[in-house]
Structures are given as structure tokens and as C-alpha cells.
């Protein structure tokens, strides 16, 4: 087994909305804003090479979008799904599974593109299985009033229609071994209903993909979660959980949205579980 980081692209967002009721003068301490509240955020994600397969976990926000819906979300970088599979010698049609964490539009909105002449969407990944659950297929696709805005329907039904669509069996607790993918998923619903944390056994490490757990470094205190979160009081208990996971089995943490802190661990301290190193992937992987 490889590993591969695959780098979709920069953006920034509301720091207050991505720390919900932890004040300014604390976060940005960790996560700096810019003049308009803004902080650095990454739509990184991570390539599996497994035998035969190639499961990319994640693929960002796409570029199908409007001028208008993108200038919300100040991107910056050159970074791009295409030129970081390249960078590792691949290309869209090697991909063989796409796992979708979750169905916000930052997390699977790569995975759908324009057609040749504009006319509609189809699979960006067209050898590809599309991976989510039932569970949360069906309130991606239902959407309530607080996320709708990050269920868009041109990023989910193509998948459907195209066939390619796949979802993991059930789960009968908050984790389960894939059978379907090879690794394991921890399910959260803090965030979102049935969010899946991937954990991969990698040359003896666990390496796990926190998603939007534990967005970034920052948001390593249990109590500092996004205001963008459907249940905040259930995250920490998931959080607490994931982390004391982590501390007492070596994780290595992969951050998905921090721009400046690719891999982390974490160590016990008189203040609870916080940061202990930081790594690069060229470093772990």
C-alpha cells in the first residue's frame, strides 16, 4: 500500500463560523485571520494505492461552480485535483473508488463536472465507484433548512444517475471495517449525519483522516467546535473519543482543511489532549 496527499485547492472561510463560541482573541492565536475575519483553509485529500485500486478520499469543492459562488470563498493557490494526481503519476480515469467523508459541497463537489458542451454534469471519475452511506445519502438528498446550502444537488443525483453510485453496508456501531474498501470508519453525527472517519493501517501506523472532526490543529480542544456543526454537543463527546483513540494508539492524524499543518499527533497535558508534532506527508508517507 501508497499513500498520496492530493491537494484540491485553498480557500478561506469565516474564522467565527469555524469556532463557533470560542472567541477571536483565542483562535487566532492558531488559525491568524486576515482583515475580513478570514482564515486559511485546505481541501486536502488523500490517494489510497492498493493493488489494483486507487481510492482517493475526498476531492474538494470542483470548479463547475459560478464566478459568484466561488468569490464567497477567496480562493487562492494553484493547487487542483488534476495537477496533484499528475504530480504522483495518475490521472481522473486511474481513480477506482472515490470515498466521500460526507456530501458537503467542499468534499464532494470534485466529484462531478461539467460535461464536453455545458449542457449537464457528469462524473469527474468515470471508472470510478462512488462511496457514502445510506444514511447519509438520504439526508444529503433531503436536506433540512441549516445545510442545505452546502447539499447541492448538481454534486450528488449525477452520481446516482450514472450508475456509479455505491453505498458502505450499515454500520451496527460508530465503527466498522469496511469490507467493502479495506480500512476502517469511524461514524460521527455531530457535524453531520454519519460522517465517516477512514482509519488506515499503514507499515504498522494508523493513519487517520479526522474530515471535519478535527478540521485543523486549532481545533484539537474538545470544546472548540464549528458553528457550521448540526449538533455541537454531540461533537465533543465524538471528538473525546477520537482523540483519546489517538493519544492511546499513536494516530497519525491527517488534517483535511488546514492549510499549514498536514499531519499531526497528539499528547496528554494538564489542559487535556493538545497538539504534540507536526509532520508533512513526505514525512509519514
Not at 496527499?5 to 485571520?33: H, Q, R, S, Y
Request: hydrophobic share 35%; charged share 25%; glycine share 8%.
Amino acid at each position: 500500500m501508497k499513500l498520496y496527499p492530493i491537494e484540491a485547492g485553498n480557500f478561506k472561510l469565516d474564522g467565527g463560523a469555524m469556532f463557533g463560541v470560542v472567541p477571536k482573541t483565542i483562535w487566532n492565536k492558531t488559525n491568524p485571520a486576515d482583515s475580513n475575519n478570514l482564515i486559511d483553509i485546505a481541501a486536502r485529500c488523500l490517494l489510497i494505492e492498493d493493488g489494483n485500486r486507487l481510492i482517493l478520499i475526498d476531492t474538494g469543492m470542483g470548479d463547475k461552480q459560478s464566478e459568484k459562488f466561488f468569490g464567497y470563498y477567496s480562493l487562492w493557490g494553484d493547487h487542483s485535483i488534476e495537477k496533484s494526481l499528475a504530480r504522483h503519476g495518475f490521472s481522473k480515469d486511474d481513480i477506482t473508488d472515490v470515498f466521500m467523508t460526507h456530501l458537503h459541497f467542499d468534499h464532494c463537489g470534485g466529484s462531478i463536472q461539467w460535461n464536453k458542451d455545458k449542457t449537464g454534469y457528469e462524473p469527474a471519475f468515470k471508472n470510478a465507484k462512488f462511496w457514502t452511506n445510506e444514511n447519509h445519502w438520504e439526508w444529503a438528498t433531503k436536506p433540512n433548512a441549516r445545510e442545505k446550502a452546502s447539499f447541492l444537488q448538481e454534486n450528488l443525483l449525477p452520481m446516482q444517475e450514472s450508475g456509479q453510485l455505491h453505498f458502505i453496508q450499515n454500520p451496527d456501531s460508530d465503527f466498522q471495517q469496511s469490507s467493502e474498501l479495506g480500512f476502517g470508519i469511524y461514524y460521527v453525527n455531530g457535524h453531520t449525519e454519519k460522517m465517516m472517519i477512514p482509519y488506515i493501517n499503514y507499515n504498522g501506523k494508523t493513519i487517520a483522516y479526522a474530515a471535519d472532526l478535527i478540521p485543523t490543529a486549532g481545533h484539537i480542544p474538545v470544546n472548540y467546535v464549528m458553528g457550521y456543526d448540526t449538533r455541537p454537543l454531540l461533537t465533543m463527546p465524538e471528538k473525546n473519543k477520537f482523540l483519546t483513540d489517538a493519544l492511546q494508539k499513536d494516530f497519525y492524524i491527517v488534517l483535511e482543511h488546514d492549510a499549514h499543518n498536514q499531519i499531526i499527533t497528539v499528547e496528554q497535558t494538564e489542559r487535556g489532549i493538545r497538539l504534540k508534532e507536526t509532520f508533512t506527508c513526505d514525512d509519514i508517507f
